[in-house]
């Protein structure tokens, strides 16, 4: 194979001046548009990639085959081997092209593909955070409604499972104390009027009470006789009015009187019944078990003293 103008021209040149000269057998030109057709049609990238320019380049070749087998001037069948023999070459170069061309859309493609891939991983992976996240907040709304329950259901009886198992053996334990649960107490209170004893804080003296008294004594001594024995009555009521007086309201420990009082107690509520604490012995150990309705003098309990209803 050539594609060398130089010796293009030289073929050329050869055919200038062989006139009217029969081609020969072992031709140059025949021979190099031979090699070149060959050389593409065993390229793999010629067939996949430039296959019409390949056949144009075969079909050309047998022109100038048929050209020279039937005696055609050398000048022609010189031309038609030139021609195969630049188709073929041309074949192998738009192959090339044609091949790099599609190496680069393939390996676009890669890349997109690659850049997909990343892209769904990133989204999986923000996707797995806000499951955690969201996991986490539901754990927690959980934690804290079971702590509500926990807080509600305290003076709740537990919900153990009581039912009898198959072919468990049974004995009867005697219950030792039963106690109502009706839930937490409620605090009730209320004022009301109490006397209050003070021994120190009036002077064993009822100040106001004296005052009232001397007048309220005065008044009814001067009521009493006429003239100097008038004056002196008058003075012995005031006296006498003032002196008891000042022991109104007092008693044998100091001066009594009354104040407002705030009162409580601790009163059961008046719910319904939770539960019942039952107390029970067996096998020398004291058991304790919550059951929603009062038992009798014994409870059904299995081996390990586990209650059975």
Known sequence: MSSNPAKSILFLAML?????????????????????VSAARSNPQVATYAPAELDQAA??????????????RPSEVHQLALLANQRAALAQDLARARSAEAALAVQRKANEAQL?????????EAAQIQA???QRQADDAQRLAATMQARTDVHAAPAYDYRRRQNERLYEANVTDVRAVVGPPQQRC?????????????????VPG???????GGILGHQVGGGRGQDIATGIGAVTGAAIGANVN??????????????????????????????????????????????GPTIVVNAQGEPRV
């Open 210 to 216: 004296a005052i009232v008294g001397g007048v309220i």
């Open 16 to 36: 200038a001046a062989a006139g009217c000269a029969t081609v020969p057998d072992r031709d140059p030109a025949m021979e190099d548009a031979r090699l070149s």
């Open 116 to 124: 997909t891939a990343d892209l769904s991983r990133r989204q999986a």
């Open 59 to 72: 079909a050309t070749l047998r022109q100038a085959d048929d050209l020279a087998a039937r005696g055609g």
């Open 132 to 134: 955690a996240a969201a």
């Open 250 to 295: 007092r008693g044998p420990d100091g001066v009594v009187y009354s104040q407002n009082v705030q009162r409580c107690e601790y009163a059961p509520t008046s719910a319904r019944l939770d539960y019942y604490d039952v107390t029970y012995d067996f096998g020398g150990l004291e058991h304790r078990v919550q059951l929603m309705n009062p038992p």
């Open 190 to 206: 209320w004022v009301e009027r109490e006397k209050v004893y003070d021994n120190g804080s009036y002077s064993g003296a009822n």
